[in-house]
């Protein structure tokens, strides 16, 4: 991909500078360089390392960006996680001076499956020129041979395969760049004559060798086939995983305590460069005796704080049994979840201001500590659902994430509401008894081993069941004073008197 | 010579020497208002005290609405939205249903409420102390049915050392009603019980505002004394109808006026 750098900048940002020229430049030595160019920059003679002065006065409108090492990187390494589509062995080769870019496949074992090499190399470039990127596909028995037919072999064409055991006839015809040497040797190799891989086989390598080092003979046996060269795929991304080794066996809880801020320190660095907090972590010891004793912890937002999960790990050490000793602790974080500075602004409400750091660490280590010990739902914040049935209106939610809008309507309700609503023996007032008691409110109640006499009562509010659940009956909320002025919450429904809740 | 136009500050100035030398940094304590002046009034802090451990109780029928309510009243006004109230029960327990809409009502909406679910009750301690030890929380509530004298003192130093207030609640039983159980003294700075008592009639068909009868039975440095308070719905507060001696002990008194 030769003009990666640029191709990759009109993509995401700089759409219309597809058929205008633009290049990107970095400083180098203080000066700004063209490090980028794309093709109709290229078209103007503007070309990689010059002056970005030059650059202009070669073509007055030129579009110039700041080039973004980083950014190509990651999008390299994306595009060879993409790339995996049609290989498992993927690698990236990396980044040149001139803004161009490569990527290693190894398709050994896989082409067949896409009806050959020449599709295979057919479907990789339509791809490619759906993502906007120009690219250049090279196949060869050896990494060597692909790469230099990438570069040199047929230039009209998008792509170059050499069939299977035919290197030894083509290459030999390239040009000694073509070796994957750095510029100043072959210019050496240029000034003595020696203009193609040709003209260096047919010198004896021991002068070879001795004249250029190691490298030239290495390069051309390795373009050959004649010494292995080892394709190194692309990693996926490294576990977070820390382990710190003793010389002496630990025994005791402050040594291994320390030992864990180290492992911490280690981790919740790798964490901040990555964006990430910790939602779960173990700790693994292992013992002199070949066993290991392990200990994990949640937390119930993603942190990274060394000190907050080295406190959260204090109640959780003493779970581990030190045996005869500890030799070495690995700590690792199986689950990892993005942590944005935005995100730290936990429960900012519109019309407060915003919570200290310091106050919402504490809050976070509370909230850790008890959810710990008394397991993920140990600490929950209620919030409202709509729902008019008393059971339904409320949900529990995570006491760290921003509460959400909505309350509940400003009908008196019971501070305590039962989870099953209990049956009460209601004994009918007299028929001539005074409202409310004439509307079918009981003069007494049986709960239990209680007996209330009902004084007064308030009602009924009508709550209809949600007719998209099970059918039921449609409920009369009381709300009733007994004698000693307790207050009740009671329904009836069908006939039966239920009581649901006591008020203040 | 005495003068009788002695200003009459100079009293209060020097009952207020004499209690910080009874109890050196009683002056300095910040305070949170019961809900009405004559309460806070009866209080030698000049109301509740703030990181420090109350007991709430309720009386002999052992009926929790009232406790739950004056508790989950004064805890609405120590919190806010950035400070909220850990409210410790028994999960599994009658404790276990806490009612979000009940409870916002009382001053203590969502962003302002966090329930805590331990397994027993020493759990329950345990989390009260951890979270009185929390600076970023405004009041802990835990109900739980007995606080020996260690495990008391254990919660007022933590109160003490985070700021954080605490209350002490007995353990429910279905509806808000607890087991007949005395519960014991905790070693509190206050300690107040709660019983309902007949409301007024009201001239519609209906209840009017809940009344309760409010005992102020222990407290450190003041004297215990007991009013008749009627809440208001709307705002949480208090007032005091009148003590229990001005009164006819007999409800069925009030339910003739009814």
Redesign the interface.
């Known amino acids: 991909m030769p003009r990666f750098r640029t191709d990759r900048l009109i993509r995401e940002r700089f759409a219309a500078w597809r058929d205008a020229p633009l290049v990107a430049v970095a400083a180098v030595n203080g000066a700004l360089r063209v490090c980028g160019v794309n093709a109709a920059a290229q078209a103007s003679g503007i070309g990689p390392g010059l002056p970005l002065a030059d650059a202009r006065a070669l073509h007055p409108a030129l579009k110039a960006v700041e080039a973004e090492p980083e950014a190509d990187a990651a999008a390299l390494d994306a595009l060879a996680q993409w790339a995996t589509r049609w290989t498992p062995w993927t690698a990236v080769e990396g980044l040149d001076g001139g803004g161009g870019a490569a990527l290693w496949l190894d398709i050994a074992g896989c082409a067949h499956l896409f009806g050959g090499e020449e599709a295979l190399v057919g479907d990789l470039l339509t791809r490619l020129g759906g993502l906007d990127l120009c690219a250049r596909v090279g196949v060869g028995d050896t990494k060597g041979a692909a790469w230099a037919v990438c570069r040199f072999l047929d230039p009209d064409r998008p792509f170059a395969i050499i069939p299977e055991g035919a290197g030894r006839q083509i290459l030999p015809s390239l040009p000694v760049a073509a070796l994957r040497l750095d510029a100043a040797t072959v210019e050496t190799l240029r000034r003595l004559g020696l203009r193609t891989i040709g003209d260096l086989l047919a010198l004896p390598r021991g002068p070879l060798a001795a004249r250029f080092g190691r490298t030239v003979a290495e390069r051309l046996d390795q373009a050959l086939g004649l010494t292995r060269e080892p394709f190194t795929p692309r990693q996926p991304p490294a576990p977070y995983r820390a382990r710190l080794g003793f010389p002496e066996p630990l025994g005791l809880i402050d040594d291994v305590a320390a030992g864990l801020v180290r492992l911490l320190d280690a981790l919740c660095a790798r964490l901040e460069r990555d964006g990430k907090g910790a939602r779960r972590l173990v700790l693994e010891a292992f013992r002199v005796d070949g066993t290991v004793s392990r200990t994990g912890l949640g937390t119930a937002r993603p942190v990274r704080d060394p000190l907050h999960l080295a406190r959260l790990f204090r109640d959780r050490l003493e779970d581990l049994d030190a045996g005869f000793g500890i030799e070495a602790l690995v700590l690792s974080i199986p689950v990892a979840a993005p942590l944005s500075a935005a995100q730290q602004d936990i429960?900012r409400?519109l019309n407060?201001p915003p919570?200290s750091a310091e106050?919402?660490r504490?809050?976070a280590?509370?909230?850790d500590?008890?959810a710990g010990?008394?397991g993920a739902?140990?600490?929950?914040?209620?919030?409202?659902r709509a729902s008019h049935l008393?059971e339904r209106?409320?949900a529990a939610?995570n006491?760290l994430e921003p509460?959400?809008e909505g309350?509940?309507p400003?009908?008196?309700?019971?501070?305590?509401?039962?989870?099953n609503p209990?049956r009460v023996e209601a004994s009918p007032a007299p028929p001539d008894a005074p409202?409310?008691f004439c509307d079918g409110v009981p003069s007494h109640l049986r709960?239990?081993r209680?007996t209330l006499r009902l004084?007064?009562?308030?009602g009924p509010e009508r709550i209809s069941p949600e007719w998209w659940a099970a059918p039921a009956h449609a409920r009369d909320y009381w709300?009733v004073?007994d004698?000693?002025?307790?207050?009740?919450w009671l329904f009836t429904q069908a006939g039966e008197w239920f009581?649901?809740?006591?008020?203040? | 010579m005495a003068d009788p136009h002695r200003p009459p500050h100079l009293l209060d100035s020097l009952r207020a020497s004499i209690r910080a030398l009874e109890r050196p940094g009683a002056e300095r304590t910040p305070v949170v208002s019961v809900g009405a002046a004559a309460l806070d009034a009866a209080l030698p802090w000049g109301g509740l005290p703030r990181g420090r451990v109350h007991q709430v109780t309720g009386g002999e029928d052992g009926f929790l609405g009232p406790v739950l309510a004056f508790a989950a009243g004064l805890a609405g006004r120590l919190v806010t939205e950035d400070a909220p109230l850990l409210w410790v029960v028994q999960a599994g327990s009658a404790d276990d249903a806490l009612y979000g809409p009940g409870l916002a009502a009382l001053g203590l909406p969502p962003g302002r409420l966090l329930v805590a679910r331990a397994t027993d009750a020493a759990e329950v301690l345990w989390c009260m102390e951890e979270a009185l030890r929390c600076p970023a929380l405004g009041a802990v509530i835990g109900q739980v049915r007995s606080v020996d004298m260690t495990a008391g003192r254990r919660l007022q130093l933590a109160a003490e050392q985070g700021g954080v207030t605490g209350f002490v609640l007995p353990s429910g039983h279905g509806a808000g009603w607890r087991e007949a159980v005395p519960t014991p003294p905790a070693a509190a700075t206050t300690r107040w019980r709660v019983e309902a008592a007949p409301s007024a009639a009201v001239p519609w068909r209906g209840l009017g505002p809940p009344r309760w009868s409010l005992t102020l039975e222990r407290c450190q440095g003041g004297l215990p004394r007991s009013w008749l308070v009627e809440r208001a719905d709307a705002t949480g507060d208090l007032a005091v109808v009148a003590t229990l001696s001005d009164r006819p002990a007999d409800p069925g008194a009030l339910r003739r006026l009814a």
């Open positions: 429960s409400r407060s919570q106050k919402q504490e809050m280590l509370l909230v500590r008890l010990r008394l739902m140990g600490v929950v914040r209620p919030v409202a008393p209106a409320v939610a006491p509460v959400p309350l509940w400003p009908h008196l309700r019971p501070l305590h509401l039962l989870t209990e409202p409310p709960w239990r209680h004084v007064r009562a308030e709300r004073e004698a000693h002025g307790r207050r009740l009581l649901h809740g006591g008020l203040a």
